[in-house]
């Protein structure tokens, strides 16, 4: 179902409007000033690299992606799109963008907390702790709805009652969602 924002069609020769974040994780420290933060330094190192993309889609849907350098190496990391942006607090972020909003919080419905309404972003390291994931979704974030990625210590669960949880939150980068 798409959102109540989605864009009119795009002229097929029109250029995708496109959005890059790149930059380092900073210590905590340096919340709310710093454009990513690290809450778990053995995980994400300060200094570790994140760079996120948005496109959207002439179709209306968007596409998101994220790539990370540095990180611990051959491990899973768990990622999201949340609402708010990072604070010197993991839950400073809130909760996971959801297009159709889950009347429950914290959402742990499939029905709602899954990859077709939320953007998930797992991904896992190689040997010198890099990645790249990307989703696609339907739909357009709502203005002012997303406001960054988290990444969290586990793969993101699918199963009733744990729908969309990823274990601690150890990292934030702020993204200004279009």
């Known amino acids: 179902m798409a959102s ?13 409007p496109k959005l890059v974040v ?10 709310p000033w710093a454009q990513a933060v690290t809450y778990n330094d053995e995980l994400v190192s300060v200094g570790s690299r994140v760079q ?23 491990r899973v990391y768990g990622a999201h799109v949340h609402t708010k942006p990072c604070g010197k607090l993991p839950t400073d972020a ?8 889950d009347p429950t919080q914290p959402s742990v419905d499939p029905a ?6 939320e953007v998930w972003l ?13 989703a696609t979704v339907d739909w357009r974030f709502r203005e002012g709805g997303a406001r960054s990625v ?3 210590e586990m ?8 729908a969309g949880t990823a274990g601690p939150r150890l990292a934030c980068v702020n993204v200004p969602f279009m």
């Open 150 to 152: 988290v990444l969290h």
């Open 122 to 134: 797992d991904l896992t390291t190689n040997k010198d702790g890099s990645a790249r994931s990307i």
């Open 155 to 162: 793969v993101t669960s699918t199963h009733e009652g744990h």
């Open 94 to 101: 809130g909760p996971h963008y959801q297009d159709q909003p």
């Open 112 to 117: 709602f907390a899954n990859p077709n309404n």
């Open 52 to 74: 996120v993309k948005e496109e959207l889609r002439r179709s209306g849907g968007t596409r998101i992606e994220l790539r990370v350098r540095d990180l611990g190496a051959d």
């Open 4 to 16: 109540a924002n989605a864009a009119e069609p795009q002229d097929a020769k029109a250029p995708v």
């Open 22 to 31: 790149g930059t380092v994780f900073a210590p905590v420290s340096a919340a």
